[in-house]
């Protein structure tokens, strides 16, 4: 099979990925990849994560050393059978393992639910209905606990607003950009790869007593993979914020300027080497002020806050958040397959 061929396969199969992405979102109800995945590192988990700290950092080295192997070697298999049988099926197979990668459609659904929760417990609670105002700040921290790892337990409304929004500007890196860039530079070998990568991340990189060991390999190579999503998700949240800031001049909240200054002045401050990119853009863009402290496993702690309280966040904001982020998605998706095209185009040229 010729490299053009390839290509244009590789194309198609990204094509179907993001269609599948945007249709379905998240499959959820049935068994997938990344599941399987999560099954892997709870299984080296309870059998590595054990004993004194060096020997939980070689457990956990030695689980992610497996579950990188395990994840590449069976995507390399699955497609390159695939395309021995027949073109159609391996383009099939890229496009359905690259679905798998994307979280794109399922970042809006999730976010948009604690919005909703948000929008029932303001009207109950305007119109005196306590009970009922009560069991929906209740719901809306349920809803955020699906999509962020800090508890969720004692937030207030306005404590939820930002971190949903602060969500969605970190997972525009990590659930999108960031497995769409591996996607488009090595198809689903390289996207699963980082899919598995992350996936240990969220399940074992945590800075707790059980983990700070075992999971430090996991958030080490984590932290490696997004440092380049991160900044381009930056960059492309900017250019969103700046087509947000001209199609909805009735708004008159989008701010490229400030996201811009924002961005140069706080991208640091976070504690992640990578989230503080997206989420300071958020912040600017937005004119709130994110993170501060927040309670993980019961225990506070201490964050600096990025952005200046140009405003209140209000649940209308959750869906902006989700604007900027979709239209930065993509723009990077268009602009993927604009260079993929132009190597197609190269590569029938030779």
Not at 154 to 167: F, H, P, Y
């Amino acid at each position: 099979m010729s490299f053009y061929a390839l290509v244009f396969y590789h194309i198609l199969g990204l094509i179907i990925a993001v269609g599948l992405d945007t249709v379905f979102g998240d499959p959820r109800s049935i068994p997938h990849p990344v599941q399987l995945i999560g099954k892997l590192i709870e299984h080296f988990d309870a059998k590595y994560n054990t004993g004194s700290g060096n020997s939980r950092r070689k457990g956990g080295l030695t689980t992610a050393l497996i579950v990188l192997a395990v994840t590449i070697l069976a995507s390399l298999v699955l497609i390159v059978l695939g395309y021995i049988i027949h073109p159609i099926l391996g383009v099939v197979i890229e496009g359905i393992l690259g679905f798998f990668c994307i979280a794109k459609k399922d970042l809006r659904v999730e976010s948009m639910k604690v919005s909703r929760e948000l929008k029932k417990y303001s009207r109950n609670k305007k119109r005196g209905a306590a009970a009922e105002a009560k069991q929906n700040i209740r719901d809306a921290r349920k809803a955020l606990s699906m999509i962020v790892g800090r508890d969720t337990e004692r937030l207030s409304g306005k404590a939820i607003m930002k971190a949903t929004i602060e969500t969605v500007a970190e997972s525009t890196s990590d659930g999108v950009i960031a497995p769409l860039l591996y996607l488009i530079i090595g198809g689903p070998v390289l996207g699963m790869a980082y899919k598995a990568v992350n996936t240990m991340d969220s399940m074992i990189g945590y800075k707790n007593e059980d983990y700070i060991d075992f999971g430090r390999t996991a958030a080490k190579l984590d932290d490696i993979l997004n440092f380049v999503p991160a900044r381009l998700t930056a960059y492309f949240m900017i250019f969103a914020t700046s087509l947000l800031e001209k199609f909805r001049e009735d708004e008159d909240v989008f701010d490229t300027r400030n996201a811009k200054l924002i961005y140069k002045r706080d991208a640091k401050r976070s504690s992640s080497p990578n989230a503080g990119h997206p989420e300071s853009v958020m912040a600017g863009a937005l004119g709130l002020e994110l993170l501060g402290d927040a309670y993980y496993g019961g225990v506070l702690v201490e964050k600096p806050t990025i952005g200046d309280p140009i405003r209140q966040p209000g649940i209308k904001d959750i869906e902006r958040a989700n604007d900027i982020s979709g239209y930065a998605s993509w723009t990077f998706i268009t602009a993927g397959l604009l260079v993929l095209t132009l190597v197609f185009i190269i590569a029938t040229l030779f």
